[in-house]
């Protein structure tokens, strides 16, 4: 692949082919740098516009981790069904000779807990999902080769 400068000396050079002297010459490089940079600039548009359908913006992962964790903590929950009562220790029964049903667990000898997610978690998540849907350097790369 051609460098720019390549590209703008050779597009130079067919459009000054029959002119010789100097200032037309530098003239047309110079044109042809501009139609390089409006073409270039036009193709980025329409990349950029292919890879941004159906997709969201999000943060980078180092501004989501400055900004969220205030936000964030104890947000997350996981919800573990089916632990044993503490309060009954599993009998579903506050007293088991009156019969009385555990008002922890109404009765049924389990209760479910709900775990707060630890920072550290959702950290590994959202970067997880700022490396698969996030801006990919593509455009980037491809400009500087040229």
């Known amino acids: 692949m051609r460098t720019r400068e390549e590209q703008a000396k050779s597009l130079r050079d067919s459009l000054c082919a029959d002119y010789v002297s100097a200032p037309v010459h530098e003239a047309g490089y110079e044109l042809a740098m501009c139609h390089i940079e409006e073409a270039e600039h036009r193709?980025?548009?329409?990349?950029?516009?292919?890879?941004?359908?159906?997709?969201?913006?999000?943060?980078?992962?180092?501004?989501?981790?400055?900004?969220?964790?205030g936000l964030m903590i104890g947000e997350f929950k996981v919800q573990v069904p089916d632990v044993q009562c503490s309060e009954c220790e599993g009998s579903g029964f506050e007293d088991?000779?009156?019969?009385?049903?555990?008002?922890?667990?109404?009765?049924t000898g389990s209760v479910a807990l709900q775990i707060p997610v630890p920072w550290t978690t959702i950290k590994e998540i959202y970067r997880t999902i700022t490396e698969e849907y996030g801006p990919k350097p593509a455009i980037d790369a491809a400009r500087e080769v040229g």
């Open 43 to 69: 193709a980025e548009q329409r990349v950029r516009a292919e890879i941004g359908e159906g997709q969201i913006t999000l943060p980078t992962y180092e501004a989501f981790c400055n900004s969220a964790k």
């Open 96 to 107: 088991a000779e009156e019969e009385l049903e555990c008002s922890t667990c109404d009765g």
